[in-house]
Nanobody, 127 residues
């Protein structure tokens, strides 16, 4: 069983919306889940994180107001709702789990602190 499985990517027009899902296996579903993206030629960028146990969420400044992370504890699923999408949002979106690092109150875990990664899902914003 894969620890994390993303879905929901696809092609969307500028200004449109998309919701990504990340299903976590029982081995990681009580930790912190983070969403990341990597555009061609760019470094991977952290977007948000959530405590799967307590539901506390942190959004990075770059996506505040447009992206919202949430979770369904019963189904061990984390979501990333994306609105008002722009061409620059085109990237591979991945979720990751940090099982050894409790989630803080101000900052998400660093990329290096995530020890499980999903396979990624492509989001393309184009007219």
């Amino acid at each position: 069983q894969l620890p994390l499985v993303e879905s929901g990517g696809g092609l969307v027009q500028p200004g449109g919306s998309l919701t990504l899902s990340c299903v976590a296996s029982s081995s990681v579903d009580s930790g912190t889940i983070g969403w990341f993206r990597q555009a061609p030629g760019k470094e991977r960028e952290g977007l948000a994180c959530i405590s799967m146990r307590f539901g506390r969420v942190i959004h990075e400044d770059s996506v505040k107001g447009r992206f919202t992370m949430s979770r369904n504890k019963a189904t061990s699923t984390a979501y990333l709702q994306m609105t008002n999408l722009k061409v620059d949002d085109t990237a591979i979106y991945s979720c990751a789990a940090a099982t050894n690092r409790p989630m803080g109150t101000i900052f998400c875990p660093s990329e290096a602190e995530y020890n499980y990664w999903g396979q990624g899902t492509q989001v393309t914003v184009s007219s």
